[in-house]
């Protein structure tokens, strides 16, 4: 049998009735843009979250953009990211003039290595903006004393990791802003683009909601030029429908996460990432000897599990693994192939290939299993026997 990377409609089948009373009540309102509908996912989302504010707009990278906007960033200055990410983290900075200054990456979490960060800090640093990748929280402690000992501002990019919490605390409430992705395959999807912003600072919201309707506060008065960066009322709707259900997605993907993981590591050559190795903490990670590595959640973070993905050691056998599983109908993906700082429209910044070894170590290492919340454990337990003959071959 196939098994799909991904499967939306099993989710959204199941709140059909949902979706389409919540699709009729915006019809019949006539209000299709911001309004009611957004207050009150709006409401519903800072409640989740713990933050103060909760601010819908129309997509995750435009989440990024607002938040920059906001704090000011723009030509000049420069903003800490990973080159380990989506392509969204680091476009938003170079979109506003200013220079993504890339950093990289922990070999265990995949997240931004503080060490490296603080290493590439100069006086036009305004910000910095780690990525909670896959879903597991970066190690906001270290993010928030550097950017207190460096005066920085924080933007968490929590595209991927709604939910995610760290030290107890959801990730995206940390630092100045946090920015989420509503987008359809993430673990809380809309029915197309919509994003959020979350702060716990008034004058900071305010700034970013008066951003979001092209500066404009009041009507036809523009003291900031802003954008059209507004939420659309029938995906607000359609997330307060997904919004209660979120604990149970949790709860699946994590299941099939720790599915994963006991089959797995049952396989000879396989073994779990291990937090002595990360690269967030401590010296250096240790010198790799397995053929395949497993992801792991650290203790003190709620990993949310967007993404299952593992590493496979040595040069072609992560594609290798992948066609295996394409040529018997498994769907896998390949987050990231290439990291940012060798994309060709950053050619301009002065990095070069070498700069950032664990990003590059990664981007040729890394598969990602299909994991969403509806996946059978049967078909589970088919990508851990291919993976399996994969690796007795």
């Not at 109908?329 to 664990?358: M, N, R, T, W």
Request: a neutral charge; aromatic letters at 8%; hydrophobic letters at 45%.
């Amino acid at each position: 049998m196939n098994v799909n990377l991904l499967d939306l409609k099993a989710q959204n089948a199941a709140l059909e009735p949902e979706l389409l009373e919540a699709f009729l009540r915006v019809l019949h309102s006539g209000h299709f843009i911001l309004g009611a509908e957004v207050e009150r996912f709006e409401r519903a989302l800072a409640e989740f979250t713990g933050a103060k504010h909760a601010l819908g707009v129309s997509s995750g990278t435009d989440a990024i953009l607002v938040a920059l906007m906001a704090l000011g960033i723009g030509p000049g200055d420069e903003v800490l990211c990973p080159s380990f990410t989506f392509f969204a983290t680091a476009g938003c900075v170079a979109r506003l003039g200013a220079k993504p200054v890339f950093v990289d990456s922990c070999p265990v979490c995949f997240n931004l290595d503080l060490r490296d960060a603080a290493r590439r800090i100069t006086p036009r640093t305004k910000a910095i903006l780690p990525v909670h990748l896959f879903g597991q929280a970066a190690e906001m402690d270290g993010v928030l004393a550097l950017a207190r000992e460096r005066g920085l501002r924080v933007v968490e990019d929590a595209a991927q990791a709604v939910g995610a919490t760290y030290r107890g605390k959801q990730v995206g409430t940390l630092g100045d802003f946090g920015t989420i992705s509503f987008f359809p395959t993430k673990n809380l999807g809309a029915l197309g683009d919509a994003g959020a912003l979350l702060t716990n600072d008034t004058a900071l919201f305010e700034r970013a909601r008066t951003l979001r309707m092209h500066g404009m506060e009041p009507k036809y008065y523009h003291a900031h030029i802003g954008g059209c960066f507004r939420l659309d009322a029938l995906q607000a709707a359609f997330l307060s429908v997904k919004l209660p259900h979120f604990k149970d997605y949790s709860a699946d993907r994590r299941r099939n996460a720790a599915l994963y993981t006991e089959r797995l590591a049952k396989w000879p050559g396989v073994r779990i990432a291990q937090a002595k190795d990360c690269g967030c903490a401590h010296a250096g990670a240790a010198e790799e000897t397995a053929r395949l590595v497993l992801p792991a959640a650290y203790p003190h973070n709620g990993h949310t599990w967007n993404q299952y993905t593992l590493r496979v050691i040595g040069a072609g056998r992560r594609d290798a693994l992948r066609a295996h599983l394409t040529a018997r109908g498994i769907g896998s993906e390949i987050y990231y192939p290439l990291p940012l700082h060798e994309q060709k429209c950053f050619a301009g910044l002065g990095f070069k290939h070498g700069d950032f070894p664990v990003a590059e170590q990664l981007s040729g290492e890394v598969i990602s299993l299909p994991i969403y919340p509806e996946l059978p454990a049967e078909q589970i337990e088919q990508v851990c026997a291919e993976i399996g003959e994969f690796l007795k071959a």
